[in-house]
């Protein structure tokens, strides 16, 4: 039985604490003993919180338990609203949007939604929340730990690979047809007939393939090739895959100020074969979210076939985008990322492969190259476009320069004739209506944005309205309380949603410090290399904002959440904006 909520079972108290007890007595961060404390951060309630029964937490009414008395769990919910920690507020938001709290009394401003006798109270015109698109069922969640789910279309096309031949058109947009046919091999798993090389298919004439089965309708009509769905994004403002910072809330935010085209953060595909669900809550895709695609980062052509194969029969996506502009060591040294730019066979398996068992456009992401002063791009952007990529977006950096100089447009501008008549996407250092209209004038079919969206997400607005948005202390609050809002709505309002919108939220503000007001600036615009220093703001709010401490940052989260848990610690992922 999986308790969700405030408080785990006894024993798991007993071994948590002893852990904490038991830590290295430098807890500084980056010293022994902070990776102890840090996971043991969640625990934010006092210990007498008792854990609760899940059947009676969260019913509407005091609902009888399934397990009877072999539950080994607190029913009596009086005593645990006793115990539980006070709300963190009047007004649950939840209640308000939907009319129903599915956390109960769990929930950490429960008193909003809870009867007289502990009961969960549901407003008459409670609407259902609307579906997540894009969840992992749990059915199929076995078969992949069981390893029993099978990729025929994605087998056929590495059998194709590995033997050299050029791989022919999408198994979905082609029609099968008797040997001798010109015919791409490969169905799916449901599909009645089959395409397997048979004992004697050496013997067979190029290009053909043994069948079995009946001929079904399914078979016959099949999309051609050049009926095979097109991403029309020209023009378009495309909202990058940030890592951490780019979660469904924050794209919800980026959505309302402008954002045109969308991205699901980094998954590793290994850990979306094995059903991770921490994995698979990377492809969530909100409803607002009208173009949107998700980004897939692999080492290996099987793999990325497969999990390719996989996103297509069970998610809802416009396009599926290759990550090959990850510089990170724990990426690169695995072959992934960056790394393949300089595996010219292994990238090609893996784009051709991918773009067989897809139904929608393939895109990829890449840099300029590994080492500085030896650029790949314009090499790879021909190959890419044979390969079947139907777009490539470059970030103007080598994996060596990381962030520390500016993104070099001028190569981006050649690299756009090499890549002709596929387009091609530039990304780095935009920051302001001037800086895109300089990066559009190099021909680029449109750009990507990234952390100049982290620093000022109100950016899609100024661009489209060519203007500099001098937005107030007071704006930039309500921005941070809308994503509190869409926050505890994506993951919940008991303990830890809370604490989970709490962490994301301080990721986001690690950036959000760095925007400087236009009022304040002695020219415009602000550029992203540039690191302000001190200043005070025009009002107490302004320069909270503005300061590079964590322990403002946690000040202004208790602002929007509450007062933090006991010992609680925070180091942003990125390390570069932590100062005490």
């Given at each position: 039985?999986?308790?969700?909520?405030?408080?785990?079972?006894?024993?798991?108290?007993?071994?948590?604490?002893?852990?904490?007890?038991?830590?290295?007595?430098d807890t500084?961060?980056?010293?022994?003993?902070?990776?102890?404390?840090?996971?043991?951060?969640?625990?934010?309630?006092?210990?007498?919180?008792?854990?609760?029964?899940?059947?009676?937490?969260t019913?509407?009414?005091?609902a009888?338990?399934?397990?009877?008395?072999?539950?080994?769990?607190?029913?009596?919910?009086?005593?645990?609203?006793?115990?539980k920690?006070?709300?963190?507020?009047?007004?649950?938001?939840?209640?308000?949007?939907?009319?129903?709290?599915?956390?109960?009394?769990?929930?950490?401003?429960?008193?909003?939604?809870?009867?007289?006798?502990?009961?969960?109270?549901?407003?008459?015109?409670?609407?259902q929340?609307p579906?997540?698109r894009?969840?992992?069922?749990?059915?199929?969640?076995?078969?992949?730990?069981?390893?029993?789910?099978?990729?025929e279309?994605?087998?056929?096309?590495?059998?194709?690979?590995s033997?050299?031949?050029v791989?022919?058109?999408?198994?979905?947009?082609?029609?099968?047809?008797?040997?001798?046919?010109?015919?791409?091999?490969?169905q799916?798993?449901?599909?009645?007939?089959?395409?397997?090389?048979?004992?004697?298919?050496?013997?067979?004439?190029?290009?053909?393939?043994w069948?079995?089965?009946?001929?079904?309708?399914?078979?016959?009509?099949?999309?051609r090739?050049?009926?095979?769905?097109?991403?029309?994004i020209?023009?378009?403002?495309?909202?990058?895959?940030?890592?951490?910072?780019?979660n469904?809330?924050?794209?919800?935010?980026?959505?309302?100020?402008?954002?045109?085209?969308?991205?699901?953060?980094?998954?590793?595909?290994?850990n979306?074969?094995?059903?991770?669900?921490?994995?698979?809550?990377?492809?969530?895709?909100?409803?607002?979210?009208?173009?949107?695609?998700?980004q897939?980062?692999?080492?290996?052509?099987?793999t990325?076939?497969?999990?390719?194969?996989?996103?297509?029969?069970?998610?809802?996506?416009?396009?599926?985008d290759?990550?090959?502009?990850?510089?990170?060591?724990?990426?690169?040294?695995k072959g992934?990322?960056?790394?393949l730019?300089n595996?010219?066979?292994?990238?090609?398996?893996?784009?051709?492969?991918?773009?067989?068992?897809?139904?929608?456009?393939?895109?990829?992401?890449?840099?300029?190259?590994?080492?500085?002063?030896?650029?790949?791009?314009?090499?790879?952007?021909?190959?890419?476009?044979?390969?079947?990529?139907?777009?490539?977006?470059?970030?103007?950096?080598?994996?060596?320069q990381?962030?520390?100089?500016?993104?070099?447009?001028?190569?981006?501008?050649?690299?756009?004739?090499?890549a002709?008549?596929?387009?091609?996407?530039?990304?780095?250092d935009?920051?302001?209506?001037e800086?895109?209209?300089?990066?559009?004038q190099t021909?680029?079919?449109g750009?990507?944005?990234?952390?100049?969206?982290?620093?000022k997400?109100?950016?899609?607005?100024?661009i489209?309205?060519?203007?500099?948005?001098?937005?107030?202390?007071?704006?930039?609050?309500?921005?941070?309380?809308?994503?509190?809002?869409?926050?505890?709505?994506?993951w919940?309002?008991?303990?830890?949603?809370?604490?989970?919108?709490?962490?994301?939220?301080?990721?986001?503000?690690?950036?959000?410090?760095?925007?400087?007001?236009?009022?304040?600036?002695?020219?415009?615009?602000?550029?992203?290399?540039?690191?302000p220093?001190?200043?005070?703001?025009?009002?107490?709010?302004?320069?909270?904002?503005?300061?590079?401490?964590?322990?403002?940052?946690?000040r202004?989260?208790?602002?929007?959440?509450?007062?933090?848990?006991?010992?609680?610690?925070?180091?942003p992922?990125?390390?570069?904006?932590?100062?005490k």
């Amino acid at each position: 039985m999986t308790i969700i909520g405030s408080a785990p079972p006894w024993s798991s108290w007993t071994n948590r604490l002893d852990d904490v007890t038991r830590a290295p007595k430098d807890t500084r961060p980056g010293g022994e003993g902070f990776e102890v404390l840090r996971r043991a951060a969640w625990l934010s309630q006092p210990l007498p919180v008792l854990p609760r029964c899940l059947f009676v937490s969260t019913q509407e009414s005091a609902a009888k338990c399934l397990f009877g008395d072999r539950c080994r769990f607190l029913h009596d919910v009086g005593r645990y609203l006793e115990t539980k920690p006070s709300d963190l507020g009047p007004r649950c938001v939840l209640f308000e949007t939907f009319g129903r709290c599915p956390y109960g009394v769990t929930c950490r401003f429960a008193g909003a939604h809870l009867g007289p006798d502990g009961q969960n109270l549901v407003r008459e015109e409670w609407v259902q929340a609307p579906p997540v698109r894009n969840g992992l069922d749990k059915a199929l969640q076995q078969l992949l730990r069981k390893r029993k789910v099978r990729f025929e279309r994605a087998e056929q096309a590495l059998r194709q690979l590995s033997r050299d031949r050029v791989p022919g058109p999408s198994p979905a947009a082609a029609v099968p047809k008797v040997t001798g046919a010109e015919s791409a091999p490969g169905q799916d798993s449901g599909d009645t007939q089959q395409a397997l090389p048979g004992p004697d298919a050496g013997a067979l004439p190029s290009g053909s393939v043994w069948t079995r089965g009946p001929l079904t309708d399914e078979d016959v009509v099949r999309l051609r090739p050049c009926e095979k769905r097109k991403l029309d994004i020209h023009g378009k403002l495309y909202l990058a895959p940030l890592t951490t910072c780019g979660n469904l809330p924050f794209r919800r935010i980026c959505k309302r100020f402008g954002a045109d085209v969308t991205c699901g953060e980094m998954a590793v595909c290994t850990n979306l074969l094995q059903g991770q669900t921490s994995e698979w809550a990377l492809l969530r895709r909100h409803q607002c979210e009208d173009v949107f695609g998700v980004q897939l980062e692999g080492a290996f052509p099987d793999t990325m076939a497969k999990c390719a194969e996989l996103l297509n029969r069970t998610i809802e996506v416009d396009f599926v985008d290759i990550n090959v502009g990850c510089p990170i060591d724990l990426v690169y040294k695995k072959g992934g990322g960056c790394a393949l730019m300089n595996r010219a066979a292994k990238f090609q398996q893996i784009v051709r492969g991918m773009n067989q068992v897809l139904d929608v456009p393939l895109t990829v992401k890449i840099r300029t190259g590994v080492q500085e002063r030896v650029n790949l791009a314009h090499r790879l952007l021909p190959e890419l476009r044979d390969w079947g990529a139907a777009l490539v977006t470059l970030h103007g950096r080598s994996r060596e320069q990381r962030y520390t100089k500016l993104a070099d447009w001028q190569y981006i501008e050649q690299c756009v004739t090499a890549a002709s008549p596929m387009p091609l996407f530039g990304n780095g250092d935009i920051l302001s209506y001037e800086d895109a209209n300089r990066a559009m004038q190099t021909g680029v079919a449109g750009i990507m944005i990234a952390r100049g969206a982290l620093l000022k997400p109100w950016l899609f607005t100024e661009i489209k309205e060519q203007r500099h948005w001098d937005i107030s202390s007071s704006e930039r609050l309500a921005i941070l309380q809308d994503f509190t809002r869409y926050g505890l709505e994506h993951w919940g309002s008991d303990t830890q949603g809370v604490e989970k919108t709490r962490r994301f939220l301080l990721e986001w503000l690690s950036f959000l410090c760095r925007y400087v007001p236009v009022g304040l600036l002695e020219r415009l615009p602000q550029r992203i290399n540039e690191r302000p220093p001190y200043y005070l703001g025009r009002n107490y709010l302004e320069t909270l904002m503005a300061s590079q401490k964590a322990a403002d940052w946690i000040r202004i989260s208790e602002m929007l959440l509450g007062p933090v848990p006991p010992n609680f610690v925070f180091l942003p992922k990125h390390k570069a904006n932590a100062y005490k």
